[in-house]
């Protein structure tokens, strides 16, 4: 979900355009930081129990990113 302003740019004030910036950017921004300590710690699991990277990766093998 998102905000948008159905409006031309020039009519558009600050405060429409802080509604959809805190909606659409910081929302996410502020779940991901919410989030990513329990990420991090499903990761590590993830990795701790898996003895091969094959079984972790499955078919693909380990990602280059």
């Known amino acids: 979900a998102g905000l948008l302003v159905n409006k031309p740019f020039q009519d558009l ?38 003895r091969k990277p094959i079984n972790f990766f499955g078919n693909f093998g380990i990602p280059l990113c």
């Not at 909606?23 to 921004?29: D, G, Q, R």
């Open 13 to 50: 004030t600050i405060s429409d355009f802080d509604n959809v910036f805190n909606t659409n950017v910081k929302s996410v921004f502020k779940l991901t930081q919410t989030l990513l300590p329990i990420f991090n710690k499903r990761i590590k699991r993830l990795f701790l129990q898996s």
